[in-house]
């Protein structure tokens, strides 16, 4: 693996860990973010597009809320949920 891919792995690892932790203090969560910011600057000086960057945040993120999701209705009766977003993720007919 050369030192790109390991750096996007870190960065991804580094994104992931970021967006899952909920308990974070505030000084905590500026320190994180702070931290990847570093990251981000530091892979422009190995290669990685500005593109990269913002598709590994993105799909980071949006794999956070997925999961945020699943965990929040994952326990609950489905016909407790709505029936508008119930089948919000399903396409239509």
Do not use: C
């Not at 992931?16 to 505030?26: D, L, S, W």
């Not at 913002?54 to 945020?68: A, F, G, H, L």
């Amino acid at each position: 693996m050369d030192n790109k891919q390991e750096f996007i792995a870190h960065l991804q690892a580094s994104f992931r860990e970021y967006f899952t932790k909920e308990k974070q203090t505030p000084t905590e969560r500026a320190q994180a973010k702070s931290y990847i910011n570093g990251l981000m600057v530091a892979g422009r000086m190995f290669g990685v597009s500005f593109e990269e960057l913002q598709q590994i945040m993105t799909q980071e993120q949006s794999r956070s809320v997925t999961n945020t999701i699943k965990n929040d209705w994952g326990n609950i009766d489905p016909l407790e949920i709505p029936t508008i977003f119930r089948n919000a993720a399903q396409p239509p007919q």
